[in-house]
């Protein structure tokens, strides 16, 4: 059966790093004929979590606020694997990206017990440097406290303007990781 793939991209540049590590793994992972939704958050209107606790009373709408989460709702509540893709920002995760998952919370309010849905998980991230170890202990806790089966990383590092990633290992990386996604694997 093909697997169902969000990919929420926390890049703020619609032709960087980033968005050549998503363009490879959903390339292979279409290839490996995965349905794939890709949200470039930073085009989208997504405010921050209010810490209301008043989500999860229609899970239509899990959130009260209404902004663009409300596309990204149905399509992570159907998909079997969640893509995080982001720029390393100050050795973590970009805003953007931070921003949309910490509303996600209102998807787990819909559960009685404030249970997360059980997904599988993708961590592609381009940095200037190669400080990832903050970034990946916070992805390693967060899908343990999720949960959630890893599935693999990417990560390349040494890409800090628009177009250094062309020709790094890396974007193969995350080709190949697409298409093993399909099978339930990761690298």
């Not at 050795?91 to 849905?117: H, I, M």
Request: hydrophobic content about 35%; glycine content about 12%.
């Amino acid at each position: 059966m093909a697997k169902k793939i969000i990919i929420l991209n926390g890049s703020p540049r619609p032709k960087g790093n980033t968005a050549s590590l998503v363009a490879e793994f959903a390339k292979g992972a279409k290839e490996a004929n995965c349905e794939v939704t890709v949200f470039e958050l930073d085009k989208m209107d997504i405010h921050g979590c209010k810490g209301c606790f008043g989500g999860g009373k229609d899970s239509e709408h899990p959130c009260v606020q209404r902004d663009d989460m409300e596309k990204i709702y149905p399509v992570y509540r159907g998909a079997d694997v969640v893509v995080l893709a982001t720029p390393l920002y100050y050795w973590n995760f970009s805003g953007q990206l931070r921003t949309a998952f910490d509303r996600l919370f209102a998807v787990a309010e819909c559960d009685p017990n404030y249970r997360n849905p059980q997904k599988e998980s993708v961590l592609l991230m381009a940095a200037e440097g190669y400080g990832f170890d903050d970034a990946l202990s916070y992805y390693k806790n967060l899908m343990k406290h999720l949960g959630w089966k890893e599935l693999g990383t990417v990560l390349a590092g040494g890409v800090m303007k628009v177009g250094d990633i062309q020709g790094h290992k890396e974007l193969k990386d995350a080709y190949e990781l697409g298409k093993a996604v399909a099978g339930g694997n990761g690298l």
